[in-house]
């Protein structure tokens, strides 16, 4: 057993998808999560500063004595992951290949849509993990630039005039292109979960990234024998600009209140 905890991050509020999963799954376990608000969104940046910004990141987490580090950001997994691994000594969990398990094993007709940040997109990271997956397997890749400044400001909800145009004006490619699953491949885009889901339909299959990444860290964890033996753990949560806005936005999605468990962090310094 393994009373350590286990670090979370991503650009912002969207980890918090992963984050509310490893709740579930793992209700002992001690967590902490990073968002970087004052960055947000990564999406729009080029590579190198991704990678940076990354390092900066796992650095400040690495502050605590951590058993492992789950990146909660799609944009992250798909460009920096491998460095982030080789220069880390302990398990470091991204979201891209459990998502593409995932969908590769949810389509029934072979078309699967992508939605994405910029920079995942042009990485081509999911593309090429269900290629290795399935070389049958047809994808349609959509960027998506406003759904995360969207999330950030509270704008998830359905009925929201603006949001739902927004995703009708993305999505309607994928909707023609017949994609029977659609993979939300940044972890802020499950918070538009419901939205998404009306416009798509119902035969549609939404793959969550950031619970798959969750799912796939705790079977790991498991293997490694490193998850805790506690009933009931707990969370901290750090950002790197307001810690009310974030409080409030977070308290929403995870139903319940974390204010006074937010704490804000000078990121620049790690």
Known sequence: MDQRPIGVFDSGLGGLTA??????????????????????????????????????????????????????????????????????????????????????????????????????????AYETEMAKLDGGVRIFAQACPLFVPLVENGRFRPGDVVVETVVR????????????????????????????????????TLIDTGATCAARAARALEEKGLLTDREVGGCRYFVSDSTEDFARLAGIFLGG??????????????
Request: proline share 4%; charged share 25%; with cysteine.
């Open 169 to 204: 004006e993305y999505l309607a490619s994928l909707k023609e292109a017949e994609v029977d699953t659609l993979v939300l491949g940044c972890t802020h885009y499950p918070l538009l979960y419901e939205v998404i889901a009306r416009f798509m339909g119902p035969e549609v």
């Open 19 to 124: 984050l509310r999963e490893l709740r579930r799954i793992l209700p002992g376990e001690e967590l902490i999560y990073f968002g970087d608000t004052g960055r947000v969104p990564y999406g729009s940046r080029g590579r190198d500063t991704i990678l940076r910004y990354a390092r900066q990141d796992v650095a400040f987490l690495r502050s605590f004595d951590l058993k492992a580090v789950v990146i909660a950001c799609g944009t992250v997994s798909a460009n920096a992951l491998a460095e982030l691994t080789a220069e880390n000594d302990l398990p470091i969990f991204g979201v891209v290949g459990p998502a593409a398990q995932a969908a590769v094993a949810a389509t029934r007709n072979g078309r699967v849509g992508l939605v994405g940040t910029a920079a995942s997109i042009r990485s081509g």
């Open 257 to 270: 209140s974390v204010a006074g468990s937010v704490e804000r962090v000078e990121i620049e310094r790690y």
